[in-house]
């Protein structure tokens, strides 16, 4: 099992449309968890970082659950903007960063 | 503030021959990264700093590929010699360290070898 795997892309959904991105992860003692956006032939950058309680920015929601090891990222409303690769990074230990492989999102009007 | 600077942004090699990659990641990180990405993957680690102690090196192909941050602040790593399955991304990103903090990428250089 790899370390962390995602969902296979791409989700084509019309602008408006609500989409979720799975996560999970094989390393039980992880410690933190981020969502990052990477757009085409650009470099990763972080969205948002993931809480046990579950966190929400704007319409972006992300949550965590550590007993089944699992992440998710919600995005509300979605726009053409949206558009990206939308990679999972799981911190194992400390300071260790491992990536998904992504999961493209192609919004259109 | 500066983000994360690498050079060159692109380089094309012909096979065998060598080529470096150079960082400076951002003040006060003390954790600096670099990471390969293959088309559609998301970026694997070569190598992971502590300051200027080379941490994580166990996916760094040691054959051809070396890396070196002397001073605890910027970065160079290099292939010698390179070959055609080395093109790639290669991201460098830095982070304050610790368990619960991001890491900043910088732009990447994009490697061609023919």
């Known amino acids: 099992r790899k370390e962390v795997e995602q969902d296979p892309g791409p989700f084509n959904v019309p602008e408006g449309a609500t989409v979720a991105f799975n996560c999970t992860y094989s390393n039980s003692a992880s410690q933190s968890f981020f969502w990052y956006r990477q757009d085409c032939r650009k470099e990763p950058k972080l969205l948002m970082s993931v809480y046990s309680s579950g966190n929400e920015d704007g319409r972006f929601t992300a949550q965590l659950n550590r007993a089944s090891q699992y992440i998710s990222l919600l995005i509300r409303d979605s726009k053409l903007s949206d558009s990206a690769t939308y990679l999972c990074?799981?911190?194992?230990?400390?300071?260790?960063?491992?990536f998904g492989k992504g999961t493209m999102l192609l919004v259109s009007p | 503030e500066a983000g994360v600077v690498q050079s060159p942004r692109y380089k094309i090699i012909e096979k065998k021959q060598p080529v470096a990659f150079w960082c400076n990641p951002i003040?006060?990180?003390?954790?600096l990264y670099w990471y390969l990405q293959n088309l559609g993957q998301g970026p694997e680690l070569l190598i992971r700093?502590?300051?200027?102690?080379?941490?994580?090196d166990s996916q760094l192909p040691k054959d051809r590929f070396s890396a070196e941050r002397l001073k605890g602040v910027d970065s160079t790593l290099k292939i010698q010699p390179a070959e055609l399955g080395d093109s790639a991304v290669y991201l460098c990103?830095?982070?304050?360290?610790?368990?619960?903090?991001?890491?900043?990428f910088g732009q990447g250089t994009r490697l061609t070898v023919v």
């Open positions: 990103a830095s982070s304050l360290g610790g368990s619960n903090t991001e890491a900043f």
């Open positions: 003040s006060g990180h003390n954790t």
């Open positions: 700093y502590e300051n200027e102690e080379a941490v994580d």
């Open positions: 990074v799981v911190n194992s230990g400390y300071s260790t960063l491992t």
